[in-house]
């Protein structure tokens, strides 16, 4: 699946995993993106890859 939101784009972010220590390691942070049926632009059923925060916001119409 993809790991970008097809709405508002939002993507992985990096940032540091630090330890009790301060010790800083590598790691992502990444979207809460669901597969979900939406309304397409004609008024048809299409797969989306959306994150949650534009499905409760209503940007996206969902089917079911």
């Given at each position: 699946?993809?790991?970008?939101?097809?709405?508002?784009?939002?993507?992985?972010?990096?940032?540091?995993?630090?330890?009790?220590?301060?010790?800083?390691?590598?790691?992502?942070?990444?979207?809460?993106?669901?597969?979900?049926?939406?309304?397409?632009?004609?008024?048809n059923h299409v797969?989306?890859?959306?994150?949650?925060?534009?499905?409760?916001?209503?940007?996206?119409?969902?089917?079911?």
């Open positions: 699946m993809a790991r970008n939101c097809e709405i508002c784009g939002k993507g992985a972010l990096s940032g540091h995993r630090v330890s009790h220590s301060n010790k800083k390691n590598n790691r992502t942070f990444k979207p809460n993106i669901q597969s979900v049926r939406a309304i397409g632009p004609h008024g797969k989306m890859n959306v994150c949650t925060r534009c499905i409760r916001s209503g940007k996206v119409k969902k089917v079911g």
